[in-house]
């Protein structure tokens, strides 16, 4: 009892200075003499497998069959998705804007349309299929304009629909429907058919009398952009004014039909007189040539 009394009285001192020396404290359990078992930190499993790596022949490190393979970097498709939906639950623009829209399409395919066709187109027929690509063409180009702006489609595509429509329903009227036009025509008599005077006059007049004079006159020829017939003549006035008259006009209808005064075979107006739109594609009708015109040089 002694002997134990000592050694527990041993063992606290040593405890004692082992707290103060190190923090050790003394197990009973543990044999004299024999070290301490060294303990690894607990590690889950997943995380001992991120760490590890098996080293190759090579001396390269290799991923283990646990780690998860690296993630690329995705592309920008879902950011742009989102934004097209951003855009999609945007409402219709306000009035105004909407308006501002509808006017700004139709003044663009109206222009388009008078540049391509009226200014660019030398005849008939190809003005009508210069229109009708230039159409297909702007719908492609409106379609690509609102390809990112979604709640801009019902203005622009409203506007696209009126004029379209309104143009169409302009050529086939304005092609179907004709107008007759009868007007009071001056007539003039050729130089070589002047009558001869019964007897020589004692005095001759100071003036001779004045009278119209028939310059020029033919008759209408079709150069393939419809049928024509008629008779076309120049006639000077007794002021000076010369005049372009049609007797028995017969042409095919047409919108924006003109009155050219056209050098050669008259197929090309490059060098040609504009006299204005033409009064009706049948009747009687004439027009007034300008002072600075030379009749004889258009057939």
Request: hydrophobic share 35%.
């Amino acid at each position: 009892m002694a002997e134990g009394e000592d050694r527990e009285r041993r063992s606290g001192e040593s405890g004692d200075t082992g707290e103060s020396s190190g923090g050790a404290t003394y197990d009973p359990s543990e044999k004299p003499g024999e070290p301490e078992e060294e303990r690894e930190p607990a590690f889950h499993p997943h995380d001992r497998a991120r760490t590890e790596r098996a080293s190759g022949d090579d001396g390269q490190e290799e991923l283990l069959d646990d780690d998860p393979p690296p993630r690329k970097p995705q592309k920008s498709e879902e950011r742009e998705e989102d934004d097209d939906e951003e855009k999609e639950r945007k409402g219709a623009p306000p009035p105004f804007r909407a308006f501002m829209l509808f006017v700004a399409t139709i003044v663009f395919l109206i222009l388009g349309f008078l540049f391509w066709s009226a200014l660019i187109a030398p005849t008939y027929i190809v003005a009508l299929i210069l229109a009708a690509l230039w159409f297909v063409a702007a719908y492609f180009l409106l379609g690509r304009f609102t390809r990112r702006r979604r709640h801009l489609r019902f203005p622009i595509r409203i506007a696209y629909g009126v004029t379209a429509l309104a143009v169409l329903l302009w050529l086939v009227i304005s092609t179907a429907v004709g107008h007759t036009v009868n007007e009071q025509l001056v007539t003039g008599q050729k130089l070589s058919q002047g009558r001869p005077t019964a007897h020589i006059p004692e005095k001759a007049p100071q003036t001779a009398p004045t009278r119209n004079i028939l310059i020029a006159t033919g008759r209408f020829v079709s150069t393939g952009a419809g049928s024509a017939s008629g008779q076309a003549s120049f006639v000077k006035m007794e002021t000076g004014q010369v005049k372009l008259t049609l007797k028995g006009l017969d042409v095919t209808s047409g919108p924006t039909l003109h009155v050219f005064l056209a050098t050669h075979d008259g197929k090309s107006v490059a060098d040609s007189k504009d006299l204005g739109s033409l009064k009706g594609n049948k009747g009687d009708q004439q027009y007034d040539v300008p002072q600075n015109v030379d009749p004889k040089r258009y057939k």
